[in-house]
């Protein structure tokens, strides 16, 4: 017996039931972009291992990017961000954009990560970028960007939160403590790790650093402080901003934020799911005035956030906020009374098509028992069927498959005819 060949690990299948989840995703996202007049791009999918090597980390490049030599001898990798490759394009037409640019994008990447609930090897993400502006406002109609996609897939502010620092605030507060700038990175990493910590535990890990007593009890302050935000200029600014673009109620300051050590410069937020028992990233983000002088550019600001698709899908599956999955995109049935009459049905079919109106059209003459079954399973709203006596007449008869009610009609206004019934009964 012939094994079957098992998927890829860490790759995933899109039946049409999770087809349709993507595809409400992707929808969400392109509306709540184009809302705030974000352009749709892309890039490639397939990158120099090269891009990556400057910004992104040790990590990403050695241990979580899918690399290989292709047969030219290059060394390349399906791409595991799109941030690098946004700022090579910015830069090799930074002369003849207009700025700000506000880009948005949804698509495929790859990381060679360990699978588990919530991450897979391939996902997709969608990220949205504003270029040349550097202020707090700016940052704000990021976040109201994410805040405006969050509301519109019906997740309220008591299921999902934004949560938002500042990475200069922090910087602040450090040389209060006189953290010496060449702990920095290690102590944001110590932050980032604490809530995966028992309190001992990471009171300890601090310790063991190299910090002492007073700073690990200061840096504990600085991390309990929920005011702190009142201190900096363009948090201050920011919440106004929010308040002003409607999105504040979705919005909180928590100084425990801490990401993208190696890209972001300021403002840095990230949104969670907070309606369950365990904490969930949905999307981050924030702002990397430095990215662009890295890939041949000159010196532009600019703030975004990235969302991939498989911890909102699982959100929006627990949370019953997925659209009813519908089997057939098209609320016509044309049925084939015989096989005489199967070349009058594909006309028939052709003919409402025309008209603007989405239709199946059975392609064997079946019993009509088996093609009105087929229409239940599809969950058909209407279905159009010429017999003898409709083709004799130049007739077709239309019926109701809510309510099962049929009317016969001249065949010229069948598709005026179904139309009226679509919008009785919905598509």
Wanted: hydrophobic share 40%; proline share 5%.
């Amino acid at each position: 017996m012939t094994q079957k060949i098992q998927p890829v690990k860490g790759t995933r299948e899109f039946y049409p039931e999770q087809m349709a989840l993507r595809n409400f995703i992707y929808e969400k996202a392109g509306e709540a972009s184009r809302s705030f007049g974000y352009q749709e791009w892309d890039a490639p999918f397939i990158e120099s291992i090269e891009l990556y090597a400057a910004k992104s980390g040790e990590e990403l490049v050695k241990k979580q990017s899918f690399t290989f030599t292709d047969r030219g001898g290059d060394f390349v990798t399906l791409r595991p961000e799109l941030t690098p490759s946004l700022a090579r394009m910015i830069a090799a037409r930074q002369g003849e954009l207009t700025f700000p640019v506000r880009w948005w994008s949804f698509g495929p990447f790859w990381r060679y990560e360990q699978p588990q609930k919530g991450r897979t090897r391939e996902f997709f993400q969608w990220n949205v970028d504003m270029l040349g502006v550097n202020s707090p406002e700016a940052d704000a109609e990021l976040i109201a960007v994410g805040v405006t996609f969050l509301r519109s897939v019906g997740l309220s502010p008591a299921q999902a939160a934004v949560h938002v620092n500042n990475r200069r605030l922090m910087d602040s507060q450090f040389d209060a403590l006189d953290i010496p700038q060449e702990k920095r990175l290690e102590v944001s990493n110590m932050v980032d790790r604490r809530s995966k910590m028992t309190p001992a535990n990471w009171d300890a890990y601090v310790l063991d650093s190299g910090l002492s007593q007073s700073q690990l009890e200061g840096l504990k302050v600085i991390l309990g402080d929920f005011d702190l935000w009142k201190k900096n200029d363009e948090l201050t600014r920011l919440f106004a901003a929010l308040e002003a673009l409607g999105v504040s109620e979705y919005v909180k300051f928590d100084p425990n934020i801490m990401r993208g050590l190696l890209y972001y410069t300021g403002t840095v937020f990230e949104a969670f799911e907070t309606s369950g028992s365990v904490r969930r990233a949905i999307l981050g983000g924030g702002r990397y005035d430095n990215l662009l002088a890295d890939v041949g550019g000159q010196p532009l600001s600019g703030v975004g956030f990235a969302m991939g698709d498989v911890v909102i899908g699982i959100v929006l599956q627990e949370l019953g906020l997925v659209p009813e999955f519908v089997p057939s995109p098209a609320p016509v049935l044309v049925t084939v009374f015989d096989a005489s009459l199967l070349l009058e049905a594909y006309r028939l079919a052709a003919e409402l098509r025309r008209s603007g109106l989405r239709v199946l059209c059975y392609p064997e003459p079946v019993k009509l028992q088996k093609q009105f079954k087929f229409a239940d399973k599809m969950k058909a709203r209407v279905a159009v069927t010429v017999g003898p006596d409709e083709a004799a007449n130049g007739q077709a008869a239309v019926k109701n498959l809510v309510n099962g009610e049929q009317v016969v009609v001249k065949r010229e206004v069948a598709a005026e005819t179904v139309k009226k019934i679509l919008a009785v009964i919905g598509p």
